[in-house]
């Protein structure tokens, strides 16, 4: 735990400099990992790419080598490791992340289309959410909000933290998801 503190406090220092005795090049890190959801620790052997703060909750991007595949591990969820590293010059985060609102990198491409009422319109166009959104106002102080993501996974839980002030446009299978999310917290408080 001690070593955990120390690398979140080089973290918040600015990051690992390129020589310092917290950060070393190398190729392979093993350590020990709780999923989200999950009650056990399972150890895991990854290529480090990059960590990043991303909505205020620090992550390890990585190549998992048991799965072939990139993967997103939470630094708070991780223990029982003995390396730390530099940023990767092969990976590219925010490629990575392009079609993301925030960490969940799919595969697919979901057009997103939101109204926001004159109440969230303002909150809503005075920050850049993500790259390629596309914000358009109209008559009575309300906003279209358009954006490209690969996933549905984070824009639920966006668009439900503005409740009444947005509603879903399209996709279709969004409207859908968020309807059956609606009608299950009706259900808690009834």
């Not at 600015?14 to 959801?37: M, Q, Y």
């Not at 620790?41 to 790419?49: A, L, Q, S, V």
């Not at 190549?63 to 010059?89: M, N, P, Y």
Request: aromatic share 12%; with cysteine.
């Amino acid at each position: 735990m001690d070593r955990m503190y120390r690398i979140f406090q080089a973290i918040k220092a600015g990051g690992f400099p390129n020589r310092t005795p917290l950060a070393r090049e190398i190729e392979v890190l093993s350590f020990d990992c709780k999923k989200l959801n999950s009650t056990s620790f399972e150890r895991r052997t990854i290529e480090p790419y990059q960590m990043a703060c991303i909505q205020n909750q620090w992550y390890c991007f990585r190549i998992d080598l048991r799965r072939r595949a990139i993967r997103t591990f939470v630094l708070a969820r991780i223990s029982g490791h003995r390396q730390t590293f530099i940023k990767s010059e092969r990976f590219s985060l925010l490629k990575f992340l392009k079609g993301s609102l925030g960490v969940f990198a799919g595969k697919g491409k979901c057009s997103i289309h939101i109204c926001f009422d004159a109440f969230a319109a303002q909150l809503v166009g005075e920050r850049v959410w993500h790259t390629g959104q596309q914000i358009q106002e109209l008559t009575g102080g309300e906003i279209e909000f358009r954006v490209t993501l690969s996933s549905l996974q984070e824009i639920e839980p966006w668009i439900l933290k503005w409740g009444v002030h947005a509603q879903v446009l399209g996709p279709t299978e969004l409207i859908e998801r968020l309807r059956e999310i609606a009608l299950k917290q009706v259900a808690l408080y009834s």
